[in-house]
């Protein structure tokens, strides 16, 4: 008996402990509003990169119908003067990815809620008109995003994924 009550305490506990795939869904109201960016890595086959550094800074703004990112190297250096040197522009550039376009959502799978955004403006010609697709999970004030796409710094197809929190 003692063996069977034991079995049906350790089945509730786990039970309790895993929270169903109903309670993890995300829902697109949940993506609204803004977010600072807490890091970025790309997975490049079997090599992961930090494309703008491992001190990333940044904020995604998300609308009813429009997807906003601004991702800069946390440690890069300001500009002599307000008039870019041509080093300079290229230093800028290479380290900063900018974009912003309408988005639809899809269907909610294992990975998360799927975005689908087309980029109507980018800081890099490579990804205008482009889709990006990105399969997020959002949980209390943190979201996490993941997608395979064309990363703008390097111009490889990566497996991309940054972490978020809400800040407002």
């Known amino acids: 008996m003692s063996k069977v009550l034991l079995a049906i305490a350790a089945f509730a506990l786990a039970s309790a402990a895993a929270p169903s795939y109903a309670q993890q869904a995300t829902t697109g109201d949940q993506l609204i509003g803004s977010w600072k960016v807490l890091s970025l890595k790309a997975t490049t086959g079997d090599k992961v990169s930090y494309p703008l550094g491992e001190r990333v800074a940044g904020y995604v703004t998300v609308t009813p119908t ?40 899809g269907e909610q799978t294992t990975e998360g809620i799927k975005l689908t955004a087309r980029v109507d403006a980018a800081s890099s010609q490579a990804i205008f008109d482009t889709d990006r697709v990105y399969f997020i999970r959002v949980d209390n004030d943190k979201m996490k995003v993941t997608g395979k796409v064309v990363v703008p710094m390097t111009g490889a197809i990566s497996v991309v994924e940054f972490e978020l929190v809400k800040t407002d």
């Open 66 to 105: 429009r997807f906003w990112l601004l991702f800069v190297d946390g440690t890069r250096k300001a500009p002599a003067a307000a008039t870019l040197t041509d080093a300079e522009a290229i230093a800028m550039m290479k380290t900063q990815v900018a974009w912003t376009g309408k988005y639809t959502i």
